[in-house]
């Protein structure tokens, strides 16, 4: 008689994880949200949506659809209007007898003031070229858009949505660069011990004695250059602390496991033994690090850009977004500063809400 077909097979961490996180339904539509900001992030960076956020499409400080159009933008496109001629402007014959000699495809030699353009020429081969190219095509700007438009008339969606993809990626690859960090440095902590031990200790008390904000702000303004890189690597060198901590904690007590004396009694290098047979027990706890600093670290760039030590000038994120907005809000146009902090708050509750859920379903005495 067989009985094979009788034993199943115990399920494992990440099976059991995922079983705990299904049955929680508050972190399921986490996940989907959190999945949908990834999306958009894919979408965006491959040129699929928000590619032409930098085009003008509305009016200067357009209000959102559901607000109405603002007096204001007709009162100026009123004002940009030619002026009516003056029956007793000297001038006038000359000025009509400059305008029907000049060629209305290109830009005219004499504006309707009487001034001289220098590089009306220039500027008359430049826009034949491109009226070649069919791109000389001038689009009429909105006076209203879905959710508005900010001082240049960019779309205020397509501009949220590429300061999503710009804040996301520094906040996925710093958390991850900090959480290798700190794992690597909390393996030869705690494995190892003594003098190394000590060692890590003093460099992780350095770090630790400066309050965080004030330590990423001090680095930034050393530093003096403007960058996604120079951001992800400042997050990366001050936020390794947290997961040295914890990783150092668990080599600490996992060193001393019968399973790792076996791999001991087998000849296993230390290098094997870190990491091929105590690393896979603990990765939940690097995982569960990882999404814990995405959140913290996004809104750490939101913070650096507010403060002009983040994305450079052509860059748009969140944080790029909220220090524009600082001043729009003091003449009345708050849409800008809705759109980035409702689509920041978003998400970063949606991955604290999943970080905790899976913080929980990877935790081993729940099982």
Do not use: C
């Given at each position: 008689?067989?009985?094979?077909?009788?034993?199943?097979?115990?399920?494992g961490?990440?099976?059991?994880?995922?079983?705990?996180?299904?049955a929680?339904?508050?972190?399921?539509?986490?996940?989907?949200?959190?999945?949908?900001?990834?999306?958009?992030?894919?979408?965006?960076?491959?040129?699929?949506?928000?590619?032409?956020?930098?085009?003008?499409?509305?009016?200067?400080?357009?209000?959102?659809?559901?607000?109405?159009?603002?007096?204001?933008?007709?009162?100026?496109?009123?004002?940009?209007a030619?002026?009516?001629?003056?029956?007793?402007?000297?001038?006038g014959?000359?000025?009509?007898?400059?305008?029907?000699?000049?060629?209305?495809?290109?830009?005219?030699?004499?504006?309707?003031?009487?001034?001289t353009?220098?590089?009306?020429?220039?500027?008359?081969?430049?826009?034949?070229?491109?009226?070649?190219?069919?791109?000389?095509?001038?689009?009429?700007?909105?006076?209203?858009?879905?959710?508005?438009?900010?001082?240049?008339?960019?779309?205020?969606?397509?501009?949220?949505?590429?300061?999503?993809?710009?804040?996301?990626?520094?906040?996925?690859?710093?958390?991850?660069?900090?959480?290798?960090l700190?794992?690597?440095?909390?393996?030869?902590s705690?494995?190892?011990?003594?003098r190394?031990?000590?060692?890590?200790?003093?460099?992780?008390?350095?770090?630790?004695?400066?309050?965080?904000?004030?330590?990423?702000?001090?680095?930034?303004?050393?530093?003096q250059?403007?960058?996604?890189?120079?951001?992800?690597?400042?997050?990366?060198?001050?936020?390794?602390?947290?997961?040295?901590?914890?990783?150092?904690?668990?080599?600490?007590?996992?060193?001393?496991?019968?399973?790792?004396?076996?791999?001991?009694?087998?000849?296993?290098s230390?290098?094997?033994?870190?990491?091929?047979?105590?690393?896979?027990?603990?990765?939940?706890?690097?995982?569960?690090?990882?999404?814990?600093?995405?959140?913290?670290?996004?809104?750490?760039?939101?913070?650096?850009?507010?403060?002009?030590?983040?994305?450079?000038?052509?860059?748009?994120?969140?944080?790029?977004?909220?220090?524009?907005?600082?001043?729009?809000?003091?003449?009345g146009?708050?849409?800008?500063?809705?759109?980035?902090?409702?689509?920041?708050?978003?998400?970063?509750?949606?991955?604290?809400?999943?970080?905790?859920?899976?913080?929980?379903?990877?935790?081993?005495?729940?099982?």
């Amino acid at each position: 008689m067989n009985s094979s077909s009788d034993n199943s097979v115990s399920p494992g961490l990440w099976a059991l994880a995922w079983r705990r996180l299904r049955a929680d339904k508050v972190a399921m539509f986490a996940l989907a949200i959190v999945s949908s900001f990834m999306l958009i992030l894919l979408l965006s960076a491959t040129g699929l949506i928000a590619a032409d956020w930098e085009q003008e499409t509305g009016l200067s400080y357009a209000p959102p659809g559901f607000v109405g159009a603002d007096a204001s933008n007709a009162v100026k496109a009123q004002a940009a209007a030619p002026l009516p001629e003056n029956p007793l402007d000297p001038l006038g014959d000359i000025l009509r007898q400059l305008r029907k000699t000049a060629n209305t495809e290109i830009p005219v030699l004499v504006d309707d003031y009487g001034i001289t353009d220098p590089l009306a020429k220039e500027m008359a081969e430049i826009y034949t070229e491109l009226a070649k190219t069919g791109k000389a095509s001038v689009t009429e700007r909105l006076s209203t858009l879905p959710f508005g438009a900010d001082k240049w008339g960019h779309d205020i969606i397509k501009k949220t949505i590429k300061g999503a993809e710009t804040s996301i990626v520094v906040g996925l690859v710093a958390a991850f660069l900090a959480t290798l960090l700190g794992t690597l440095f909390g393996a030869f902590s705690g494995y190892f011990g003594g003098r190394v031990d000590d060692f890590f200790n003093w460099f992780y008390s350095i770090f630790t004695s400066i309050p965080y904000l004030l330590l990423i702000l001090s680095v930034a303004a050393v530093l003096q250059q403007k960058g996604i890189t120079t951001i992800i690597l400042i997050l990366a060198f001050t936020g390794w602390t947290g997961p040295f901590r914890l990783i150092r904690a668990e080599y600490m007590k996992h060193k001393s496991r019968e399973y790792v004396w076996a791999a001991d009694a087998i000849g296993a290098s230390h290098f094997r033994k870190m990491f091929i047979h105590i690393f896979p027990n603990i990765s939940h706890v690097a995982l569960v690090q990882v999404s814990i600093l995405v959140v913290g670290f996004i809104k750490s760039e939101v913070i650096l850009s507010f403060l002009g030590f983040g994305v450079p000038v052509g860059v748009v994120s969140w944080g790029s977004m909220l220090n524009e907005a600082q001043n729009e809000l003091i003449l009345g146009k708050w849409w800008q500063l809705a759109a980035a902090t409702g689509a920041m708050a978003v998400l970063v509750t949606a991955f604290s809400l999943f970080t905790d859920a899976l913080r929980d379903a990877l935790d081993p005495k729940l099982k």
